[in-house]
Structure formats: structure tokens, C-alpha cells
């Protein structure tokens, strides 16, 4: 499993949060990544920055196919990833009360990869590096010239839900010539 300081993890997870529940207050920029300062409990700069994006994407479940969806990845400066989903565009998606599941990346050149994840009682998805080492999805995504395609089963995750996430990210490698 990761290896990870528990303090450098509840810190981590912290500020995942401040950003999470306010991040859709503020005018949201879709399909450009954006460096942005983190905050502290005090709503004070941490002097912290973080890249995100946000996406458009679809959902579906027992109650609604197809449905509108918002996702912001974030990357943070440890080497981690975090992910969090909003049904029709405002509400938190939580896939179950901390646990472990995978998420499955198709990238441009047709091959899927399965990419473990961590799923916060608060919601959303959390990547975190492994030994030093940035984490895989991070990796991906710094790496790949081209789309990324995610799909998040919420079944991966628990055994009640049966929720699908689906959305595009735009690798940040560069194109050969």
C-alpha cells in the first residue's frame, strides 16, 4: 500500500478539502488548467499552489442516464492527485465512507490502465505518491500528449452504489514531431 506520513496526510487532505468546498462558489474556468494558491482553516494563503482543471462529463445510475458532471483534478506539489466529482454540475459526489477502489484510464493510443485510488468519507478521489515518487495518475497525466479518458465505477469502490463517471483530461506531455 502507499507509504505516507499521517501528518503530511491529514495536511494534505485538509487543504483538499478547503479547496474542494469552494472551489464551484467562485466563476469556474472549464478546460484550462489554473495554478491557484492554497488556503489554511483561516481562509489565509498557505503559500502552497496547486494546478487544476475542470471538466466536463457525464454520470449515470439507477436514477438518471447521461447525466451533467463537473470534475476538477488537482495536482498538488507532494506528487499526489486528488479528483473530485459534482453531479448535475453542484452536488459532491462521495463514492463510500473511506475506502480503497481502482479506476480504470484509456489513453489516446487505445490501451486502458487500472490505477488504484483512495475514496475520502468526504468524497472525491485521492491519488498519493508512492515512496518520494510522484503517483501514477500523476505521472500519466504529465507524461501524455493527447486525452485521457477516466471512467469511475462506483462499484470498484462499494458494494451499494452503482454510480458511472466518465470525462476527458487533457494529457500535459508534449506532442512529437
Given at each position: 500500500?502507499?507509504?505516507?506520513?499521517?501528518?503530511?496526510?491529514?495536511?494534505?487532505?485538509?487543504?483538499?478539502?478547503?479547496?474542494?468546498?469552494s472551489s464551484?462558489?467562485?466563476?469556474?474556468?472549464?478546460?484550462?488548467?489554473?495554478?491557484?494558491?492554497?488556503t489554511?482553516?483561516?481562509?489565509?494563503?498557505?503559500?502552497?499552489?496547486?494546478?487544476r482543471?475542470?471538466?466536463?462529463?457525464?454520470?449515470?445510475?439507477?436514477?438518471t442516464?447521461?447525466?451533467?458532471?463537473?470534475?476538477?483534478?488537482?495536482?498538488w506539489?507532494?506528487g499526489?492527485?486528488s479528483?473530485?466529482l459534482?453531479?448535475?454540475?453542484?452536488?459532491?459526489?462521495?463514492?463510500?465512507?473511506?475506502?480503497?477502489?481502482?479506476?480504470?484510464?484509456?489513453?489516446?493510443?487505445?490501451?486502458?490502465?487500472?490505477?488504484s485510488?483512495?475514496?475520502?468519507?468526504?468524497?472525491?478521489?485521492?491519488f498519493?505518491?508512492?515512496?518520494?515518487?510522484?503517483?501514477?495518475?500523476?505521472t500519466?497525466?504529465?507524461?501524455t500528449?493527447?486525452?485521457?479518458?477516466?471512467s469511475?465505477?462506483?462499484?470498484y469502490?462499494?458494494?451499494?452504489?452503482?454510480?458511472?463517471?466518465?470525462f476527458?483530461?487533457?494529457?500535459?506531455?508534449?506532442?512529437?514531431?
Amino acid at each position: 500500500m502507499w507509504s505516507m506520513n499521517p501528518l503530511v496526510m491529514r495536511n494534505i487532505l485538509f487543504t483538499f478539502f478547503v479547496i474542494a468546498n469552494s472551489s464551484l462558489n467562485a466563476q469556474v474556468v472549464y478546460d484550462e488548467w489554473e495554478r491557484q494558491e492554497t488556503t489554511d482553516e483561516f481562509d489565509d494563503p498557505t503559500g502552497e499552489f496547486v494546478d487544476r482543471i475542470f471538466l466536463h462529463g457525464k454520470f449515470s445510475n439507477s436514477a438518471t442516464v447521461g447525466s451533467e458532471l463537473t470534475a476538477k483534478v488537482v495536482l498538488w506539489s507532494s506528487g499526489s492527485v486528488s479528483i473530485d466529482l459534482y453531479e448535475y454540475d453542484r452536488s459532491p459526489a462521495t463514492l463510500c465512507s473511506g475506502c480503497f477502489g481502482k479506476i480504470t484510464v484509456k489513453l489516446p493510443d487505445g490501451s486502458v490502465q487500472s490505477i488504484s485510488a483512495y475514496a475520502p468519507s468526504a468524497g472525491g478521489l485521492f491519488f498519493a505518491e508512492k515512496k518520494g515518487k510522484e503517483s501514477e495518475i500523476l505521472t500519466l497525466i504529465n507524461q501524455t500528449a493527447g486525452d485521457l479518458k477516466f471512467s469511475i465505477d462506483e462499484g470498484y469502490f462499494s458494494t451499494y452504489g452503482r454510480s458511472r463517471y466518465s470525462f476527458s483530461l487533457p494529457g500535459r506531455g508534449k506532442v512529437s514531431e
